[in-house]
């Protein structure tokens, strides 16, 4: 195995991908626990915000490892490995408010959002810069 | 950076990846105008519309990277990004149209089709050619 | 194009999204059954358990891509193919199963999840002993 391989992001996506399934999984136990069985997806506020919280994140999934991935492959590993854990912090803030009270999620919200940021951002700029460089031949950064 | 990276396939996910929090962002208005507070996801037809033009989006993205990604790694780059253009503005073209009248999600949702399927089929050569090549030894294009 | 680029998984990979298209195409012939026009999701018993037993699969989705890609580059990639067409068909089998009865989506569900465990530890093996040979430059496996 080559030793080059982005190690970082692949353990921060897989560490995103146990929570994700983790959350699926307190679904499922608020679904026993409020005694609604599947197919059905409606039930007390409790269950329906848990249920919603953690559509919240499948919503959002594929979009937060395209950016991490990229901004990681086409500018700098460590910082989009970073910027992937707060995403998980922030996903897991508002997993845990959002059951409480539909108001509590939006701290982790925002968390999130700006991680999402975070990513986007540098992924436009490894891509500006890698775009310069291969079509261009134009060296922005060293 | 090495300059090999598939650039024009990251700017495009990219794009499409702004696009998709876009139309997230676009349901968070549909529920400010219709007052439909989280976690419900229920009320007048034009919210549902919205809600299930974001959803069938969701439903659809990973597919969509995927062969992408995989078409223009192992056939084409350029032909892959143009159909990934090609995607976005049919998904953007749902959306808009669904909002309006359920029977105008149509022309944007072929469009998404005809995207998916140049991709697919393009991912499908493309696997093909490079199997025939690695494991049977069998070179079909040069 | 490189003879060494990871075909079995994109295969794999191109094949399960086949799959979940035509999922998807089944809860649109399930609406067409049943008479349920967009946006509608709710209805008969049977539709609403085609229309959950594909959202349940658009759910994992992403995370079976995940660590299917990074089982199969960070260990070994015939191993994550095989896991990878294991996961497929519990998906299938998960799919027809729901449609009949609730309690018929389980042997399939719990093939996913074997799938998706096994993708998961080998990931992780892999991630690890990418980490050592990269980080502290300790070699654990030959």
Request: no cysteine; net charge negative; proline share 0%.
């Given at each position: 195995m080559a030793s080059d391989l982005p190690v970082l992001l692949a353990a921060v996506s897989t560490l995103s991908a146990v929570h994700l399934v983790f959350q699926a999984r307190r679904v499922g136990w608020s679904r026993m626990k409020h005694k609604i069985l599947p197919p059905s997806v409606t039930g007390p506020p409790e269950f329906?915000?848990?249920f919603r919280a953690h559509q919240n994140s499948v919503e959002m999934y594929s979009v937060f490892l395209l950016v991490m991935w990229i901004s990681g492959i086409f500018?700098?590993?460590?910082?989009?490995?970073?910027?992937?854990?707060?995403?998980?912090?922030g996903r897991e803030m508002y997993f845990i408010g959002y059951i409480r009270e539909s108001k509590k999620r939006l701290p982790g919200f925002y968390l999130v959002l700006c991680a999402l940021l975070f990513?986007?951002?540098m992924s436009t700029i490894g891509i500006i810069h890698s775009f310069l460089d291969k079509y261009l031949n134009i060296t922005l950064l060293s």
């Open positions: 329906e915000r848990t500018l700098n590993e460590v910082l989009a490995a970073l910027g992937g854990v707060l995403y998980i912090v990513l986007t951002v």
